[in-house]
């Protein structure tokens, strides 16, 4: 353990709450690591993962097994119509780390192109593809990678947010790929809706002119969905928010399984899958659709459906987004912005580092999670899709109190 910290030791957990080993009921408004989106203590997924254990518990890549092959079928079901394929990982830094791997292989090129407030994982290829402070430290990482200052509005005195930027700047990856020598670039990367990096939400017509550019100069388009997919933004996936925008590739993890088990995937457009009728996908993970990560995933898929977290994601955060400007309104010199998304949302702050360590302290002592950003002073709000408004209701007050008593 790092020297000076202090994790919070977990003890299991129920619903949109986790418990310590002093027996102090946590209020998770971060869905721990945003993959916890069917909440804590979900009992049917913890017995699908001892069912499957009892009768099968071990594979191997290139064997298949009916538990596999349905979990495949249904992800497809999931997807716009053309899907075909899923390729498994252990996780959605692997799935990103693998889509670059099958778009070298069908491109031929070896560029990728992807923006500066992103976050594609902690292995070191996905971490090529990543703009944040995470990358730095690493460097010199893969090359033939572009990172662009996207969804950034010159005209505004801040960060682009653009759901209430009137001026609509124009994305700035057509330019990259325009300027680009011919078939320099394999894919863009991009996180339809930008989560860890302040819930960056983009006009309405920016995934589309992207879409159009990938198009016109035969560049593949992925679209990660490791952190908004299955319900975070009222959508299975969140370029669904964006009308007609079908990408190549969707990167998952985390949600797929809620948490469970370890467990990713590349869903593959048939139009890229064709390529390997013939040609042999020199991508291999031992553990590639390891049962007991399918039975979680089998399983989690059900529950989002039987439950139609979907849906209720999308009303409870209608409710969260009216909340939000409420708290806004109370504390206009220190709330910059709020804006959210289904059950995703950013608190913007105007405060120095010593006072959001001070609000981080508040959270602590009232046992509330939630994703703070000191790079940018921000709070993220991811919590569980299930939580009860009364709930969440409670969080939102206990950010209200620790705002007036750290910032006022």
Partial sequence: MQ????????????G????????????????????????HGRDEIAAAICKQAQKQCITAPNFSYPEK??????????????????????????????A???AKLVTGR???VSRIRSYHGASLGALSLTGDYRRAPFEPLLQGVTHVLDTECKACPAELRSEHCTHRPLSQIPAVLEAAKPQSYAAVFLEAVAGSNGVIIPPPDYLKS????????????VFDEVLTGFGRTGKTFAFENFDGVVPDMITIGKALTGGYAPLGAVLVHDKLARHFDQQALLCGLTHYAHPLGVAAGLCALNLYEQEALNARA???GQWLKKQLQLIQEKFPKRIIQTRSIGLLAAIDLDCTQEQLSALKICFLKKHVHLHMRFDSPRLILAPPLGIEQTELKEGLDIIEQAIREVLS
């Fill in 3 to 14: 020297q000076g910290q202090k994790p919070i030791q977990i003890n299991g957990g129920k």
């Fill in 210 to 221: 992207i879409r159009e550019a990938c198009d016109t100069h035969q560049v593949l388009l």
């Fill in 69 to 98: 092959e349905a979990l495949a079928r249904k992800l497809l079901t999931l997807c716009p119509p053309g899907f075909s394929k899923v390729f498994f990982t252990l996780g959605g830094a692997e799935a990103n780390e693998n």
């Fill in 16 to 39: 949109a709450h986790f418990f310590d080993d002093s027996e102090n009921s946590w209020l998770d408004l971060g869905a721990l690591s945003y993959q916890c989106n069917l909440g």
């Fill in 314 to 316: 999308h009303k409870t």
């Fill in 100 to 102: 670059m791997k099958i």
């Fill in 110 to 112: 070896h560029g990728f």
